[in-house]
Structures are given as structure tokens and as C-alpha cells.
């Protein structure tokens, strides 16, 4: 018999709802940069009450995605070029941490047996010969997969806590510039490295080397800084950002 449904599931739910609409709606330039955003006019919008919109509001505001403005509400945030690329390098900064905390309190192979498992599956998805190529899509939820499990090697509660909110805006996650990179002469050149890498920090966690696995994964994150540097300078590339409407290039001087 399914527990009937109390007031605090069905307030988080429709919190969840306006979240994702809203959120869906900025990184599909629904709502454009600079655009204000009232609870009243989500209210209308969604079809929800205040208290859900309020609540999603506010969280949209602590991923980033929105800024409070003095008369009221809320305004859609754009992002420098220089703020994301501060964000992908914290980013790096919490994964080589991570790695490091790994391979010093050591991890038993059967932990191991997960990622070692999915890099697996990058391999032959690499060898079916779809990268460059339609096999990005498939490759996306591979590599989301491959980092969420090596966040997870450390054991630290707080350190994961930190990283979703350094990944909460839509740049920084491992997986933001996957997509643009399908676009790029240079995406298997990239695409291999990236492995390599993957493949190196796994051993060098398994072999408790904390300065090396540390520095592999800051390495790693360098590859996103790249791929974002590349898609800047390639127009399909860069429409195939998620959020691409919310960068605001760098105007050269």
C-alpha cells in the first residue's frame, strides 16, 4: 500500500517542478540574460503558489543562475569568460583533492571495480568508431559517470557538498563542453587525452599516490578550459553549449 502523500513531499515537489522549469527555461534562452523575474510573474507562468516559486527562486540564486536586484525579484545572470574558467579550475581543485583523499586513505578493488567498469565502456564506445561523432550523446552520461564515481572514492560528505555547489552553474560541470568538443577538427586528439587521464588518476589511486592522482584530475579539468577556449572560436561549436546565451565573450581590446 503506497504511504499517502504528506504536505512537505508535495511542497518539495512542486519546488523540484518550478526549479527545473525555471532553470530549463534560462538554459534554453527562454529567459535571456538580464531578464527580471518576479514570483508573481512564475506564479502565473507555472501555475504554482508562492511558496514552491519562492523556494526556487532562491535556489536558483545560489547555483548562480540569478542575481537579486534592489527593486525586487530577481535578473538572469551572464557569465564572463574569466568567471567560468575560475569556476572549471575550483572545479579541478575539488576533484584533485578528492583523488588525492582516495588514494591516501586507499580504496579496495571492489570500490574500484565501478569505475573501472564504466572507463571500460568509454573504450568501446571510443572503439565503435562514433567519436568524433553521433557517439557524444552516449558519451556525456559515460563521462558524468565516471566523475560522480570518482567523487564518491573519496568518502567525504563535505568535499561532495562542495563540489555541487561549485557545478551547480552549468559551465563547470565535467561534462559542460562535451557536446561544443563534438564540433571541434581537434575532439578525438582531445577525447583521447581525456582517457588517458581518466585511465592514469584510477592507477594512481589504486597505487596510493596522492600528489599524482591530485594533480591528474587538476590537469583534467584544464581539458574543459580548452574545449570552452575552442568552442569560443567556432560558432557550431559554441551553439552546442548548454546555456551558450548566458557567456558573454571577452571583447578583444
Known amino acids: 500500500m503506497k504511504a499517502p502523500e504528506t504536505f512537505t513531499d508535495r511542497s518539495m515537489s512542486q519546488t523540484v517542478r518550478a526549479l527545473l522549469a525555471i532553470r530549463e527555461w534560462i538554459l534554453e534562452g527562454e529567459l535571456p540574460p538580464g531578464e527580471r523575474i518576479s514570483e ?7 501555475g504554482l503558489s508562492r511558496t514552491p516559486i519562492r523556494a526556487a527562486l532562491i535556489r536558483l540564486e545560489e547555483e548562480g543562475l540569478l542575481e537579486a536586484i534592489p527593486s525586487g525579484g530577481y535578473a538572469v545572470r551572464a557569465f564572463t569568460e574569466k568567471e567560468i ?5 575550483i572545479r579541478g581543485l575539488l576533484e ?3 583523488a588525492r583523499l582516495a588514494a591516501e586513505r586507499g580504496v579496495s578493488p571492489a570500490q574500484l571495480r565501478p569505475i573501472r567498469k564504466c572507463l571500460g565502456e ?11 561523432g553521433d557517439g557524444f550523446s552516449d558519451y556525456v552520461p559515460l563521462n558524468a559517470r565516471f566523475h560522480a564515481l570518482l567523487h564518491g572514492l573519496a568518502d567525504s560528505g563535505l568535499l561532495m557538498r562542495q563540489m555541487e555547489r561549485a557545478t551547480a552553474i552549468p559551465f563547470a560541470s565535467p561534462s559542460a563542453f562535451v557536446m561544443a568538443q563534438s564540433q571541434l577538427a581537434e575532439a578525438r586528439v582531445i577525447l583521447t587525452i581525456a582517457q588517458e587521464q581518466h585511465r592514469a588518476v584510477v592507477e594512481a589511486i ?12 587538476r590537469e583534467h ?5 580548452r574545449n570552452l577556449r575552442l568552442a569560443l572560436e567556432s560558432r557550431p561549436a559554441f551553439e552546442m553549449i548548454r546555456g551558450a546565451s548566458l557567456i558573454r565573450p571577452s571583447v578583444p581590446a
Open 85 to 89: 574558467f575560475e569556476a572549471i579550475e
Open 206 to 217: 589504486e597505487a596510493r599516490e596522492g600528489a599524482r592522482a591530485e594533480s591528474l584530475m
Open 96 to 98: 584533485g583533492m578528492g
Open 122 to 132: 568509454i573504450d568501446a564506445l571510443i572503439a565503435e568508431g562514433r567519436l568524433p
Open 40 to 46: 508573481l510573474s512564475m506564479v502565473d507562468r507555472i
Open 221 to 225: 579539468a584544464k581539458l574543459a578550459i
